[in-house]
């Protein structure tokens, strides 16, 4: 099973600041990489699929880039509704799985 | 507009029985794979299952592999987890989400691009 790592676990940045959200994966997973936000309550919403391209009615602030093991979302400005958990997730190898996800939180 | 429905969750015994459904429209329902995913009490995703547009390849994790059943009725836009010898560690909210394309493969291009609000299931005696 491909284990996915993210760090930070929690990053407190302010309104207006740049976040970069990392996803490592313990073995190469070619671009086969997304990235999800969950907000309390909701279910998740996809951002980035194939670890670059943004989803239906995502903002261009959101971007993702990386490949093989190493894979990074960056929101450039965040907005107050930013704030929330992301994830990323697997697709090369059975069993799909998923990173233990980044909370962004108001500083 | 893509609308994914989960019912069928609660609280039941370990060892017993409990059969999800999940009602979808708003899209070709036989053009997509389906998936379920779940998500324990605070914690993060997990992928549980998924089955391409006609049932012809289907995958589990590890954990409910053996014990759950997933299905699909195209006729009905109706997706199913059946779930078999539950215990108190399969307790989660649980998702269907569909897919970006039509067969459940890896590697898979494309992500679960849209989410149902989940249904939850209690096991515990």
């Known amino acids: 099973e491909i284990v996915l790592t993210q760090s930070p676990a929690t990053l407190s940045l302010s309104p207006g600041e740049r976040a970069t959200l990392s996803c490592r994966a313990s073995?190469?997973?070619?671009?086969?990489l997304a990235w999800y936000q969950q907000k309390p309550g909701q279910a998740p919403r996809l951002l980035i699929y194939?670890?670059?391209n943004r989803a239906t009615g995502i903002p261009a602030r959101f971007s993702g880039s990386g490949s093989g093991t190493d894979f990074t979302l960056t929101i450039s400005s965040l907005e107050p509704e930013d704030f929330a958990v992301y994830y990323c997730?697997?697709?090369?190898?059975?069993?799909?799985?998923f990173g233990p996800g980044t909370k962004v939180d108001i500083k | 507009e893509v609308q994914l429905v989960e019912s069928g969750g609660g609280l039941v015994q370990p060892g017993r029985s409990l059969r999800l459904s999940c009602a979808a429209s708003?899209?070709?329902?036989?053009?997509?794979?389906m998936h379920w995913v779940r998500q324990a009490p605070g914690k993060g995703l997990e992928w549980v299952s998924g089955?391409?547009?006609?049932?012809?390849?289907?995958g589990y994790a590890d954990s409910v592999k053996g014990r759950f059943t997933i299905s699909r009725d195209n006729a009905k836009n109706s997706l199913y987890l059946q779930m078999n010898s539950l215990r108190a560690e399969d307790t989660a909210l649980y998702y269907c989400?569909?897919?970006?394309?039509?067969?459940?493969?890896?590697?898979?291009?494309?992500?679960?691009?849209?989410w149902g609000q989940g249904t939850l299931v209690t096991v515990s005696s």
């Open positions: 089955i391409s547009w006609n049932s012809g390849s289907i």
């Open positions: 194939d670890a670059s």
């Open positions: 997730q697997q697709r090369s190898n059975w069993p799909e799985t």
């Open positions: 073995q190469s997973v070619s671009s086969y």
């Open positions: 989400a569909k897919d970006h394309g039509d067969i459940v493969v890896v590697p898979a291009a494309g992500a679960f691009d849209y």
């Open positions: 708003g899209f070709t329902f036989d053009d997509y794979a």
